[in-house]
């Protein structure tokens, strides 16, 4: 990428999300390395996520004031258009006089004949605020919580039928809510203590889990890439719901443990530091590409007895046939229980996807 401001960061990854199905989550990660600003990276990160995951209500509030279809705009249009109403409507420390200039002043670099039309939708959203006319939940429930809560209506509809209305807006409220970064204590490296005082040292705060042994919160740390404790591999990124797996596997130093689908390695890796690196460990995956995460991971944190290979796990060569002393299978499903921490994931999914999945 080119040297970026906060916005401009964020209309790239917008328009890359959008355009080419990029991962949000990736681009935004690599793309923070060029912001040495904390300030800027906590406002770009703020952009790219909510942007995204309020993209529907976004939409709906500019169409309001559109004589053409969004769609028609340019990508770089829409990305500008969208992470200016964002600013407008929830990110009140940014003067809304300064959201719709820092808009018109990008869309001039990046699609100059559009900066009228910038400046103009922006303002009208700006006198507008949230004084919106939303459906009509009685008439409407579905539509009103999929427009006014950013979820896709048809997401909407299944979790109306299964638990009702007052269920499904808080399910969708929270979802919208900013999803907590958890991470676990790499034994292989260092112990809980030692860790705890080199986040202090680089000024991470860090509040330790409930359910696992090894997991923590933490906060305040702008960029993990940027993080030393992160680099040398002293721990990992991983909920604290998926680190009760490897606990609930239990596998022991010396085991032979088939993980049918590694990627992208976060419970390979736990195993085998359950494991003290001792053993085999065979991460399979349908996609190399994927592996290629498997393998970045496990060398930063040091286990050396992952061994990945690519294929189906249902059709298993026959020297696989010797006995595994553990076999996990974390089989494919549709994401939507991590709606909060992949702010694009909700569009990237359709109802047919869930109904082949089983």
Request: hydrophobic share 40%; net charge positive.
């Given at each position: 990428?080119?040297?970026?401001?906060?916005?401009?960061?964020?209309?790239?990854?917008?328009?890359?999300?959008?355009?080419?199905?990029?991962?949000?989550?990736?681009?935004?990660?690599?793309?923070?390395?060029?912001?040495?600003?904390?300030?800027?990276r906590?406002?770009?990160?703020?952009?790219?996520?909510?942007?995204?995951?309020?993209?529907?209500?976004l939409?709906y509030?500019?169409?309001?004031?559109?004589?053409?279809?969004?769609?028609?705009?340019?990508?770089?249009?829409?990305?500008?258009?969208?992470s200016?109403?964002?600013?407008?409507?929830?990110?009140?420390?940014?003067?809304?006089?300064?959201?719709?200039?820092?808009?018109?002043?990008?869309?001039?670099?990046?699609?100059?004949?559009?900066?009228?039309?910038?400046?103009?939708?922006?303002?009208?959203?700006?006198?507008?605020?949230?004084?919106?006319?939303?459906?009509?939940?009685?008439?409407?429930?579905a539509?009103?919580?999929?427009?006014?809560?950013?979820?896709?209506?048809?997401?909407?509809?299944r979790?109306?039928?299964?638990?009702?209305?007052?269920?499904?807006?808080a399910?969708?409220?929270?979802?919208?809510e900013?999803?907590?970064?958890?991470?676990?204590?790499?034994?292989?490296?260092?112990?809980?203590?030692?860790?705890?005082?080199?986040?202090?040292?680089?000024?991470?705060?860090?509040?330790?889990?409930e359910?696992?042994?090894?997991?923590?919160?933490?906060?305040?740390?702008?960029?993990?890439?940027?993080?030393?404790?992160?680099?040398?591999?002293?721990?990992?990124?991983?909920?604290?719901?998926?680190?009760?797996?490897?606990?609930?596997?239990?596998?022991?130093?010396?085991?032979?443990?088939?993980?049918?689908?590694?990627?992208?390695?976060?419970?390979?890796?736990?195993?085998?530091?359950?494991?003290?690196?001792?053993?085999w460990?065979?991460?399979?995956?349908l996609?190399?590409?994927?592996?290629?995460?498997?393998?970045e991971?496990?060398?930063?944190?040091?286990?050396?007895?992952?061994?990945?290979?690519?294929?189906?796990a249902?059709?298993?060569?026959?020297?696989?046939?010797?006995?595994?002393?553990?076999?996990?299978?974390?089989?494919?499903?549709?994401?939507?229980g991590?709606?909060?921490?992949?702010?694009?994931?909700?569009?990237?999914?359709?109802?047919?996807?869930?109904?082949?999945?089983?």
């Amino acid at each position: 990428m080119s040297k970026h401001s906060a916005r401009s960061l964020t209309v790239e990854i917008l328009t890359r999300v959008e355009k080419e199905g990029a991962y949000a989550n990736v681009l935004l990660r690599n793309g923070l390395e060029e912001l040495t600003d904390g300030r800027d990276r906590y406002l770009a990160t703020a952009l790219v996520n909510g942007t995204l995951k309020y993209r529907l209500l976004l939409d709906y509030a500019l169409r309001k004031f559109l004589t053409k279809p969004l769609s028609s705009l340019p990508y770089e249009v829409r990305g500008i258009l969208r992470s200016g109403a964002f600013q407008l409507l929830f990110l009140d420390k940014i003067p809304a006089a300064a959201a719709v200039s820092e808009a018109v002043e990008l869309s001039k670099q990046l699609a100059g004949r559009y900066s009228a039309l910038v400046n103009g939708i922006l303002r009208r959203v700006a006198a507008q605020g949230w004084n919106i006319a939303w459906p009509d939940v009685q008439r409407d429930a579905a539509r009103y919580l999929s427009v006014r809560f950013s979820h896709p209506e048809w997401l909407v509809r299944r979790w109306l039928k299964r638990w009702g209305l007052e269920e499904t807006e808080a399910l969708c409220r929270l979802n919208n809510e900013p999803a907590r970064t958890w991470v676990r204590v790499n034994r292989l490296k260092t112990e809980r203590t030692p860790l705890l005082n080199q986040w202090a040292a680089e000024g991470v705060v860090a509040e330790g889990g409930e359910r696992t042994p090894d997991s923590f919160v933490i906060s305040g740390y702008g960029s993990l890439n940027r993080l030393d404790s992160f680099r040398q591999g002293l721990f990992s990124v991983q909920d604290e719901s998926s680190q009760l797996v490897a606990h609930i596997v239990n596998p022991q130093p010396g085991q032979r443990v088939l993980d049918a689908c590694g990627a992208p390695g976060g419970k390979s890796a736990h195993m085998a530091e359950l494991m003290r690196n001792q053993g085999w460990i065979w991460a399979y995956d349908l996609h190399s590409s994927k592996l290629t995460l498997v393998e970045e991971l496990t060398e930063r944190l040091g286990v050396t007895i992952v061994e990945t290979q690519q294929g189906d796990a249902r059709e298993l060569p026959s020297v696989w046939e010797r006995t595994m002393d553990r076999v996990l299978v974390d089989a494919p499903c549709s994401g939507l229980g991590v709606l909060r921490r992949k702010a694009d994931l909700r569009w990237q999914r359709d109802e047919r996807e869930i109904e082949r999945l089983p």
